[in-house]
């Protein structure tokens, strides 16, 4: 029997035109897509778009739980998918507002098959400053366990199926609140951190805020430039939680896209160093 795995996102109306446009043409363009299905977990899409992405082959999803964040509830959805569908080994929970995907990324399921796969920030604040005790009922665990840990990124990570469910019960069964930003950081980092897992190369979840490595853009796309050699990267993240703080204007896949913003991306490694800083000094 031939492996199969997943790559699943959520999206609603909103991010529709970045998710058809920049995020699907990337992935059909540039990763080999033989062994891996795509799911999307549906908040309202368009009919128009839905269906172009079902001609495409595309999985989806209609949402039934929206009691909160969707940042948070899409865990929930692709938790029951999963549990509904035992043939997949692994799965890549990936964002799809502000990421592109420029070359293969499908060796990363062949790594370590029995471990979370993810990237960690290379500057960071230690995760712990966003674990709330109102929020989360194992509050003290957490933050004794992640106290000076560095940020896993949860825009790209890769899962064993069968612990991304138990990273979702636990989820479910300890949070007080879904609509909290950071929820759905939290609970893969503790996992992670407790269970070990892969660190995956900067490149498989590239994010030019955080990313101490040497890149450069040229006609809209992203380069590693590292011993010497230049390397498309496989997997970009414009990440930053408002528009005001992300790294990149005009983010997107083509030639017209992506222009660098040195004085903002400057300004946040200087307050993550500073978070940090302040952190290890309490």
């Known amino acids: 029997m031939n492996k199969k795995y997943l790559l699943a996102t959520a999206c609603n109306e909103k991010y529709e035109e970045f998710l058809v446009n920049h995020w699907f043409k990337s992935l059909k363009e540039n990763v080999k897509l033989d062994e891996i299905d795509v799911l999307i977990i549906d908040y309202g899409l368009s009919e128009n778009i839905a269906k172009e992405l079902s001609s495409h082959g595309v999985i989806l999803k209609r949402a039934e739980h929206i009691d909160g964040l969707i940042n948070n509830t899409r865990f929930i959805e692709i938790s029951e998918f999963l549990k509904s569908h035992p043939e997949y080994e692994q799965v890549i929970v990936a964002d799809s507002g502000d990421i592109i995907f420029q070359s293969d990324f499908s060796e990363v399921f062949e790594i370590s098959h029995d471990k979370i796969k993810a ?164």
């Open 119 to 282: 990237v960690v920030e290379e500057i960071s604040p230690s995760i712990d400053i966003i674990i709330n005790e109102k929020n989360i009922s194992n509050y003290k665990e957490m933050k004794q366990l992640l106290s000076n840990k560095r940020l896993i990124n949860v825009g790209f990570v890769v899962y064993p199926s069968k612990v991304f469910i138990e990273i979702t019960s636990e989820m479910i069964k300890h949070s007080k609140d879904l609509y909290i930003w950071g929820i759905d950081t939290v609970f893969p980092n503790y996992y992670a951190y407790k269970h070990n897992f892969y660190q995956l190369h900067p490149k498989y979840n590239f994010i030019p805020t955080t990313t101490q490595k040497k890149y450069k853009v040229k006609n809209g796309k992203f380069y590693l430039v590292e011993n010497g050699k230049v390397e498309l990267i496989p997997v970009v993240h414009n990440a930053g939680r408002h528009k005001l703080f992300r790294p990149i204007l005009n983010f997107g896949y083509g030639e017209s896209y992506n222009i660098p913003r040195p004085l903002a991306i400057f300004a946040l490694r200087t307050f993550y160093q500073v978070l940090s800083l302040f952190k290890s000094k309490r």
